[in-house]
């Protein structure tokens, strides 16, 4: 359960994107009349490169041009931060995952700052996860997965994208349900992590589509099972860990577009529609679904409402694990 002082912090959320703004009217009858960054606080050529660019492509609709800034470091922090310190105009954004603002604020004082200066627009689309092993372990499903790291409790380490991320309480969530021991290796990011688990420097990890697609297809690595309630169209055939060993578990990675607190409530209402514009488009769709990503749009509050029920189950999977930034 979430704690009184969460529970307020939510509420005050969405009481603002309900107050905010109410004056603005002729201000966002200009709205854009300057370029807009989207700042994407990770490196390029990961999802979220993906996302900032389609929204770029669909915010520069409106008449001016948009920049992607990427500010790469420490799990998201310091492109959340830079962004909470913007201008609450509207001309500086932020794609974040979801880990960012359910997880981070849990772990890190720093990022609980900056979670407080922060407000949703919409959600962009959400990542299935698998679970992937190296082609090489001889097991073919997550079954014989799971088997095989019981016969040796406490030999293997899992892989993780970094400490907080949600690769990483994605796998500490499975190891609680299925009962595995297993230990954390962490690394700066998906890349290395999967170069590491092709070679079996790792044994497994739970990692995003983006990232394991392409070695899945090539051969180097195995999809066991997917995180979602749901298959992923893009690999049909493999099974999801709720149908064959863990009854109702779901897990999924979403990416939203924030803004720095404060923007006027009518320019945000310019921004929304343009994003559900551009995420449902043919080519928008086609382009993150190649890499197993499903296009989405939505309303802040339903951002609000995404974000309280995860913090609240990440909450829970933090305290059981013992999680830090340390780790």
Same mark, same amino acid.
């Given at each position: 359960?979430?704690?009184?002082?969460?529970?307020?912090?939510?509420?005050?959320?969405?009481?603002?994107?309900?107050?905010?703004?109410?004056?603005?009217?002729?201000?966002?009858?200009?709205?854009?009349?300057?370029?807009?960054?989207?700042?994407?606080?990770?490196?390029?050529?990961?999802?979220?490169?993906?996302?900032?660019?389609?929204?770029? $492509?669909?915010?520069?609709?409106?008449?001016?041009?948009?920049?992607?800034?990427?500010?790469?470091?420490?799990?998201?922090?310091?492109?959340?931060?830079?962004?909470?310190?913007?201008?609450?105009?509207?001309?500086?954004?932020?794609?974040?995952?979801?880990?960012?603002?359910?997880?981070?604020?849990?772990?890190?004082?720093?990022?609980?700052?900056?979670?407080?200066?922060?407000?949703?627009?919409? /959600?962009?689309?959400?990542?299935?996860?698998?679970?992937?092993?190296?082609?090489?372990?001889?097991?073919?499903?997550?079954?014989?997965?799971?088997?095989?790291?019981?016969?040796?409790?406490?030999?293997?380490?899992?892989?993780?994208?970094?400490?907080?991320?949600?690769?990483?309480?994605?796998?500490?969530?499975?190891?609680?349900?299925?009962?595995?021991?297993?230990?954390?290796?962490?690394?700066?990011?998906?890349?290395?992590?999967?170069?590491?688990?092709?070679?079996?420097?790792?044994?497994? $990890?739970?990692?995003?589509?983006?990232?394991?697609?392409?070695?899945?297809?090539?051969?180097?690595?195995?999809?066991?099972?997917?995180?979602?309630?749901?298959?992923?169209?893009?690999?049909?055939?493999?099974?999801?860990?709720?149908?064959?060993?863990?009854?109702?578990?779901?897990?999924?990675?979403?990416?939203?577009?924030?803004?720095?607190?404060?923007?006027?409530?009518?320019?945000?209402?310019?921004?929304?529609?343009? /994003?559900?514009?551009?995420?449902?488009?043919?080519?928008?769709?086609?382009?993150?679904?190649?890499?197993?990503?499903?296009?989405?749009?939505?309303?802040?509050?339903?951002?609000?409402?995404?974000?309280?029920?995860?913090?609240?189950?990440?909450?829970?999977? /933090?305290?059981?694990?013992? /999680?830090?930034?340390?780790?």
């Amino acid at each position: 359960m979430l704690d009184h002082r969460w529970k307020k912090r939510f509420a005050s959320l969405a009481c603002g994107l309900c107050l905010v703004g109410a004056s603005s009217s002729s201000y966002a009858q200009t709205f854009p009349d300057k370029p807009i960054t989207i700042v994407a606080p990770y490196p390029p050529g990961g999802a979220t490169d993906l996302y900032a660019r389609s929204v770029a $492509a669909g915010l520069g609709e409106m008449g001016q041009s948009v920049i992607v800034d990427n500010r790469a470091g420490a799990s998201g922090i310091i492109g959340a931060d830079y962004v909470s310190r913007a201008a609450p105009d509207g001309y500086t954004m932020l794609i974040g995952a979801s880990s960012m603002f359910s997880v981070l604020p849990l772990l890190s004082k720093r990022m609980d700052t900056v979670y407080q200066k922060i407000e949703p627009v919409s /959600i962009l689309g959400f990542n299935p996860s698998y679970v992937v092993v190296p082609a090489s372990l001889p097991v073919n499903t997550i079954q014989e997965l799971i088997a095989f790291l019981k016969q040796h409790p406490g030999k293997y380490g899992y892989g993780s994208a970094g400490a907080g991320t949600s690769q990483h309480v994605f796998m500490e969530l499975f190891k609680q349900r299925a009962g595995l021991d297993l230990f954390p290796v962490q690394y700066k990011g998906s890349s290395p992590m999967v170069v590491d688990l092709i070679s079996e420097r790792v044994v497994m $990890a739970i990692e995003q589509g983006p990232a394991v697609l392409s070695y899945i297809k090539a051969g180097k690595l195995k999809a066991l099972a997917v995180t979602t309630a749901k298959r992923s169209e893009a690999l049909p055939n493999v099974p999801t860990l709720a149908e064959t060993v863990l009854p109702g578990f779901e897990a999924v990675t979403w990416f939203a577009l924030y803004a720095p607190k404060g923007v006027p409530r009518n320019v945000i209402d310019k921004v929304v529609p343009q /994003i559900a514009k551009t995420m449902s488009s043919k080519e928008v769709k086609e382009r993150l679904g190649a890499v197993g990503v499903e296009a989405a749009s939505s309303t802040p509050e339903e951002v609000v409402k995404r974000q309280a029920a995860e913090t609240a189950l990440w909450k829970d999977v /933090i305290a059981r694990s013992k /999680i830090s930034l340390e780790d």
